[in-house]
Nanobody, 115 residues
Framework: QVQLVESGGGLVQPGGSLRLSCAAS????????LGWYRQAPGKQRELVATIRKIGSSIYADSVQGRFTISRDNFKNAVYLQMNSLEPDDTAMYYC?????????WGQGTQVTVSS
């Protein structure tokens, strides 16, 4: 089965940085779109960023200018560089991709921003 596995989460102080990784079990060319979502306790899951094969990307207004999504086709991985982290960024972050009309989700990695 196709799987997405996130890593890189952890505890960081406000203003700090983290880089999340999402490893796919198959070529990421099989995914038309790959992205990151997040969900904080008591809140709905929200889009963070997405990237297409051609490299075009979109970002949530709340992370625009602070986060950058990228991909490595040879490593079959998608990354989320997070800078200038804020307490409101605290959430479980999930990797996501559309594969043959099926939405695939990773298990999530926790990001906690606290002083």
């Amino acid at each position: 089965q196709v799987q997405l596995v996130e890593s890189g989460g952890g505890l960081v102080q406000p203003g700090g940085s983290l880089r999340l990784s999402c490893a796919a079990s198959t070529s990421i060319f099989n995914f038309n779109v790959l992205g990151w979502y997040r969900q904080a306790p008591g809140k709905q899951r929200e889009l963070v960023a997405t990237i297409r094969k051609i490299g075009s990307s979109i970002y949530a207004d709340s992370v625009q200018g602070r986060f950058t999504i990228s991909r490595d086709n040879f490593k079959n991985a998608v990354y989320l560089q997070m800078n200038s982290l804020e307490p409101d960024d605290t959430a479980m972050y999930y990797c996501n991709g559309d594969y043959r009309s099926t939405t695939v989700w990773g298990q999530g990695t926790q990001v906690t921003v606290s002083s």
